[in-house]
């Protein structure tokens, strides 16, 4: 294995072309950089410099092998960037698990852009989950971090509030509702809701069958979808209304209208997933970008 010493010995004489000058930059006396040279290229099994009492110049193979030797060098200092890095915590990989209904919300899109562009060397890894499994994997460490609606089923995860987003109804543009300001949950419930399935949605699905049990107004299910655009389309298409976070009226359907509902408690949580007993200065550092994007939306 090639000695990373005599590698730097090469590059400074590469460099300088000149023993004396090379020795002065390494902090060496000019005989033992000679020795350590000589002992390269019996390695190497070939001459890297042509010598004369004035000249110092690379041969042919001290030519070719320089950039190799070059970029060696360059590699290891790389990797001692990145474990300074590492150790610090602004360097590795995070996984990011979220549900679909809070992808469209600008807390995520900024907090992602904000994280990338403070921690490039983070490679982030985004899964979006069912709620209903995303706490599980943040408790067996599939995800460092998740962000929900619902709150997790044991006590190996942690959750954090975020606060609430509001929620509004989708409903078909050819609907009578469309043409109303406003619309009341009274009047959404002559129409079949579109939720997320049981087992995928679960936390915005939760928020809106207590909004409906508290207003004491009957729900009639209707068809699922398991993402927001396909239970916007479903609306479209004339088979239902939704109620959904109000980030989605970003998804510009020409089949849907969207419109606020009377009921002023008409909102849906926002949950930042954490595992309780893993420490991570990656965690703490996303948990402090997203804490900076809700201030600025404040």
Do not use: W
Not at 130 to 155: C, E, T
Not at 174 to 203: N, T, V
Not at 217 to 237: E, K, M
Request: net charge neutral; aromatic share 6%.
């Amino acid at each position: 294995m090639l000695d990373l010493r005599k590698l730097r010995y090469f590059l400074t004489v590469a460099e300088e072309l000149h023993f004396g000058r090379a020795a002065l930059r390494l902090h060496l006396a000019q005989p033992p950089l000679t020795r350590q040279i000589s002992a390269l290229e019996a390695e190497l099994g070939f001459k890297l410099f042509d010598r004369t009492s004035r000249t110092v110049t690379l041969t042919a193979q001290g030519r070719a092998f320089l950039p190799y030797a070059r970029g060696v060098l360059e590699q290891v200092e790389l990797a001692q960037v990145i474990a300074g890095k590492l150790a610090a915590g602004t360097a590795g990989q995070l996984a990011l698990g979220y549900v679909s209904s809070i992808a469209l919300s600008d807390l995520f899109s900024q907090s992602i852009q904000a994280f990338a562009q403070r921690f490039p060397d983070v490679h982030l890894t985004l899964v979006e989950c069912a709620s209903g499994s995303l706490g599980a994997h943040v408790a067996d460490g599939r995800l460092d971090i998740g962000l929900s609606r619902l709150l997790p089923q044991n006590d190996e995860v942690q959750a954090l509030s975020l606060g609430e987003e509001r929620l509004v109804a989708a409903v078909s543009s050819d609907s009578a509702l469309a043409s109303q300001a406003d619309i009341s949950l009274a009047q959404l419930s002559a129409y079949p809701l579109i939720l997320f399935p049981a087992d995928y949605g679960s936390g915005l699905n939760q928020s809106i069958e207590q909004l409906y049990r508290h207003h004491g107004v009957p729900l009639h299910t209707g068809p699922t979808g398991r993402q927001i655009t396909s239970i916007i389309a479903l609306v479209a298409a004339g088979q239902g209304v939704a109620l959904v976070p109000a980030c989605t009226r970003s998804l510009m359907n020409k089949g849907v209208t969207y419109r606020p509902l009377v009921e002023a408690d008409a909102c849906a949580r926002l949950l930042v997933l954490t595992p309780t007993e893993r420490p991570s200065v990656l965690i703490d550092a996303f948990l402090a970008v997203i804490g900076e994007a809700l201030h600025i939306r404040q």
